[in-house]
Each structure stands twice: as C-alpha cells, then as structure tokens.
Nanobody, 124 residues
Framework: QVQLVESGGGLVQAGGSLRLSCAASGRAFSSSAVGWFRQAPGKEREFVAAINWGGSGTNYADSVKRRFTASRDNARNTLTLQMNSLKPEATADYYC?????????????????WGQGTQVTVSS
C-alpha cells in the first residue's frame, strides 16, 4: 500500500497560483495511478485530476482544465498539482489518492490510499 502526505496548501488571492505536493512512500507508487480530489465546506468530495502510472496520461475536471496541471516524479515518489488562475470556488481541502487502477480515480471510489489533506483558501 502507498502512504501519502500532502503539503503546500495555504491562503492565496484570486488569480494567484499555488503548488501542492504529495509525498508517497511504498514501492507500489510507481505502478499506481494517482490523483487529486477536493472537498469544500458543506460539499461532497470531487475529482480534480488524475495521472496514470507512467505520467503520460492525465484527466482533469472541466472546472480546472487549462489552469491546473498534475505531474509526478516516480524517481522521487512525488505527485504535484500546479494550480494557476485560482478562483474563490477552489477553496477546499485537497487530497491526493492512489490506486492500482485509473478507473478507480476517475470514478472517485474505492481508492486504495488517501492522504490526510491540505487546506487551500482563495480570497476574493
């Protein structure tokens, strides 16, 4: 199993940028699909982005396309989410997740591993 720890959250003004990182431990990381989810106060958790095990395939929620970029470095066991042109509605707790199957991430269900989350606040 993969253990995940997020970092990089904080307070940013609308229009600004923030870079989230997720440090992974466990040999399964390099063979796992990984991704990002977020949960805003009072709302359900939602899918943000996913990237396949090799890093060649990515999927994004429509709401973040062309503004957010997910990437991974299997040599360093890290996953990042570069968030640009942030909007107040991006305010949420952000979680990284990992699973053997990309389909699990795209469905947002039954992930094998979750991080503890990092808070992002975008002020207007």
């Amino acid at each position: 199993q993969v253990q995940l720890v997020e970092s990089g959250g904080g307070l940013v003004q609308a229009g600004g940028s923030l870079r989230l990182s997720c440090a992974a431990s466990g040999r399964a990381f390099s063979s796992s699909a990984v991704g990002w989810f977020r949960q805003a106060p009072g709302k359900e958790r939602e899918f943000v982005a996913a990237i396949n095990w090799g890093g060649s395939g990515t999927n994004y929620a429509d709401s973040v396309k062309r503004r957010f970029t997910a990437s991974r470095d299997n040599a360093r066991n890290t996953l990042t989410l570069q968030m640009n042109s942030l909007k107040p509605e991006a305010t949420a707790d952000y979680y990284c997740a990992a699973d053997a199957y990309m389909a699990s991430l795209l469905r947002g269900k039954n992930m094998a591993s979750w991080g503890q989350g990092t808070q992002v606040t975008v002020s207007s």
